[in-house]
């Protein structure tokens, strides 16, 4: 099973919602993957084992696998083309 990280600050709230949502829409799709909210601090921690990063901040940084807008699936503009992204990242 694939694994997508989402992070915020604290990986609490903004990130569960997204991880929460994004995880509901590839289900809808028929794509299997784990999607897990984590805290900011952490995330570097979870790259080796994680197809993609869902950010809900905005990054400068170069990561090893592909970085996701967030902020798509709090505002639902771009969502579906993040959410193709996602889905493409999978197969």
Request: aromatic share 4%.
């Amino acid at each position: 099973m694939k694994r997508i990280i989402v992070a915020c600050g604290s990986g609490v709230a903004t990130s569960q919602t997204v991880a929460s949502k994004v995880s509901r829409l590839l289900k809808e799709r028929n794509v299997n993957a784990y999607v897990e909210a984590v805290d900011l601090k952490s995330v570097e921690r979870h790259m080796d084992s994680s197809v993609a990063y869902i950010t809900i901040t905005k990054t400068k940084k170069e990561y090893p696998i592909p970085v996701i807008n967030g902020i798509a699936f709090l505002t639902g503009m771009g969502q579906e083309a993040e959410l193709q992204k996602l889905i493409d990242i999978c197969k």
